[in-house]
C-alpha cells in the first residue's frame, strides 16, 4: 500500500519535509519504511555512493583505544546531493559500544554536566541519577506501570559549552571540561573524514524513548561552521530525515542503528534534519551482545564495563536510542562576542524540538506534548 506514499507525499505537499516527518511519526499502523535507506544493508540505493576515507590519517593503535575498527575497514557512504554528509556504518569494534553507552547512561549526566532535569529540579535531586535509577531498573518487570526512574527521564545532557535552550546560543561563561574520551573519539573520527584539527567543545546528548522524536532543525548556533558535525547512535534503531537548505524541501529517509555515525560537514553542515521514530522493536540489536575482544590497553582508557552495569544498561536500551552529537563551537582563534547580542527571535534555528507523547515536563521549548505538536513545526 504505501510504497508509493511517501513519495506521493513528497511530490505534493507545500511542505514536504513536515509531511515526511508526520508519516513515519505515526504509529498505529506504524508507517511503512521500505523507502528507508538503509547503510547495513547491500544497497540498491541509487542516491548511494561509496565513500573513500584516508587510512593513513590515524593509525590503528589510536582509533582501537577508543574501540574502533581501522579506517581501512570501515564502510562509509554518501549521498548523492548532499555533499559534505557522509555515514559510517558502525565502525565499532565487537564489544566497545558499550563503553560508550555506559559513559552516556552513568558518567556524563553527573555535574558539572547539564540535564534537562535540572531545568525544574533542584540540584540535589538530581545529582546522582545512575545511582539512584540502577537498583529500580535491575528490580523492574516489563511491567509499564512503574513510575519512571530518573534515568528514565533524562531527556538531554549537555557537555563543554552548555547549549541554552532558550536564547540558542553558547557562552564562554557556561563552559566545563568536555569529556577526554569523547573529544579523542570526535578527533579520530573527524581526522578520518578530513578534518585534522576538529575540536571537540560541545556535546548534546540526547536520549530517546520508543515513542520519542526530534524536531526539524538546523544546528547553526556554533559560531564556527567551518568543522563538521559528528553524530552517534546507539540502542535502538531510529529514522533520520536529512532535509535541504529550506524547511519546505523534501528529506531523505535512513536508519541510524547502534554504532552509526553520521558527519555533517560543508554544504550538509547546516541541513535541516529530524528523527520522526523510532523504529518498534522488543529486542537489542546484535552488537550489543558482542563481548569485548581482548582488554590489553597498556595505558589510558579501558573499555571494560562491568557486568552490573551493562545489566542496566542493555534493560534501559530495550526500549531507548542514545545519541551522541559532538560540536566545534569556535574556529582557530575564534572567542565568543563580548557582550552576546540576542538572536531575532523570529530567525529559526535549532528547534531541538525533542518530542515524547508521554512526557510534558517544563517550560523547555525542546520539550512538547503530541496535542501541542500537532499543526506546529
Ligand atoms: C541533534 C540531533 C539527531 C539524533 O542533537 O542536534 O540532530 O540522531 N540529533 O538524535
Ligand atoms: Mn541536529
Known sequence: MTTKMAASIVEHGEDAFRKLFKFYKRRNPPPDFSEVIDFSKNLKSEAVFVSQLNPGSVSEEEVYRVGLKPVKDWRAYGLKGYPGFLFISNPFLPGSQQYWVKQCLKVYPQKPNVCNLDMHMPSAETENIWEKSADIIRKKGSGKREPKTLLEKLRWVTLGYHYNWDSKTYSADHYTPFPMDLHSLSDKVAAACGFPGFNAEAGILNFYRSDSSLGIHVDESELDHSQPLLSFSFGQTAVFLLGGTKREEPATPMFMRSGDIMVMSGFSRLLYHAVPCIVPSTTLPSCLE????????????????????????????????????????????????????????????????????????????????????????
Open 290 to 377: 558482542q563481548q569485548l575482544q581482548k582488554e590489553s590497553q597498556p595505558d589510558g582508557l579501558s573499555l571494560e564495563v562491568s557486568q552490573q552495569d551493562w545489566e542496566i544498561c542493555s534493560k534501559y536500551l530495550l526500549t531507548s536510542r542514545v545519541n551522541m552529537t559532538v560540536r566545534q563551537v569556535l574556529g582557530p582563534g575564534q572567542s565568543f562576542p563580548s557582550a552576546q547580542t540576542p538572536k531575532d527571535p523570529l530567525c529559526e534555528s535549532k528547534g531541538g524540538y525533542h518530542e515524547s507523547s508521554e512526557e510534558e515536563t517544563q517550560k523547555n521549548k525542546r520539550w512538547k506534548s503530541e496535542s501541542e505538536y500537532e499543526g506546529d513545526s
